[in-house]
């Protein structure tokens, strides 16, 4: 088995090769059970051709379940080649606006509803589920307000008088009522971290600052918006006020706006439109990719390899602990 990974030689892999792959990459020091994390398994060899061709299988000494290196993973019970599912994650960790599941159809000649699942369970592996340390620095946050039907030429005002002349009575909306509102914080020259939040206010602001910021070791950059007034009680807070400059000396949020319009180009030039529901795993994906930028994109697919296990809740019958 070749040992060079990029977008050609996964699509060339086996399924043999492809499993060898992905067991060396989520057991690095041999097969442990899925569910009671038994290492040294029996290794049963099937005789016959089964349908799905795997050739052996583990046996869990401990608990007597048998078990593949998908189990438990986000390739578990696919119908799809692991060689179209590598092909698939090389494509999004290289993509750096995203990739969009009708693309991944075309390219990998499978229906767009696999792309589309495939995508999902793909964006969910990206997640940073391990316990991350947390940013440190000079620290630049923001919120940013995605998608909604206020946007472009049909204004509040427009609407409103739409309502009127259906003869509803028109309720007052703020104008950034049906966007979704991602909150974000950026270490400078660092990681960025992101979250879809339902109102940005203090509350909000505070919670997520205390969750992944060294609070000893940081300092804060943010606009004049309100939500961020309480912060200098736990923070050292600089603000730039948008009205009368955008940098003064280092206090700026150019990084974090930046970020910004990476994910905005990739949401609306790449995917068009983004449910609600999902955003936040949209968020997942692009925080993942930022992330590793300095790295390469084999690095990269590497990394994601590694951190396959756990599937989508609302695809689960049962998820093994
Ligand atoms: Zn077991």
């Known amino acids: ?21 992905l067991e060396k990459m989520r057991w690095p020091d041999g097969p442990h059970c899925p569910r009671c994390n038994t290492n040294h398994p029996y290794i049963i060899t ?6 799905n ?6 046996k869990c000494r401990n608990c007597n379940r048998q078990y593949t290196s998908t189990v438990g993973t986000i390739f578990e019970d696919s119908h799809i080649p692991l060689s179209k599912w590598f092909a698939a994650i090389f494509l999004m960790c290289a993509s750096k606006k995203g990739i969009s599941a009708h693309q991944i159809h075309r390219q990998l000649d499978i229906t767009y509803k696999s792309a589309w699942f495939m995508c999902h369970r793909i964006r969910e592996a990206m997640r940073d589920k391990n316990a991350f340390s947390p940013l440190t620095g000079t620290i630049e946050a923001d919120e940013t307000y995605i998608g909604g039907k206020t946007r472009g030429h049909w204004t509040l005002k427009e609407r409103m008088n739409d309502e009127v002349q259906m003869g509803l009575r028109p309720k007052f909306r703020h104008p950034r009522m049906d966007k979704e509102v991602v909150f974000g914080i950026l270490e400078r020259g660092g990681r960025v971290r992101t979250k879809h939040i339902k109102e940005m206010n203090s509350a909000t602001a505070k919670q997520i600052l205390n969750e992944n910021i060294d609070l000893e070791k940081s300092r804060l950059i943010t606009d004049a918006h309100k939500g961020y007034k309480q912060i200098k ?53 692009f925080e993942y990719r930022f992330n590793r930028r300095k790295i390469s994109d084999e690095e990269r697919f590497e990394a994601l390899m590694s951190q396959t296990q756990g599937r989508l809740h609302w695809f689960c019958k049962s998820v093994p602990a």
């Open 1 to 21: 088995m070749s040992t060079k990974v990029n977008f050609q030689s996964v699509l060339k892999w086996s399924d043999d090769e492809c499993r060898e792959y």
């Open 233 to 285: 009680h736990y923070l050292p807070h600089d603000v730039i006020k948008h009205e009368e400059a955008y940098v003064r000396g280092d206090i700026h949020t150019q990084g974090i706006e930046n970020y910004w319009s990476l994910l905005k180009r990739g949401l609306y030039g790449v995917f068009h439109h983004v449910d609600a529901k999902y955003l936040s795993n949209y968020l997942n994906e």
């Open 46 to 51: 099937r005789k016959a051709e089964t349908k």
């Open 53 to 58: 061709k795997i050739k052996s299988v583990y």
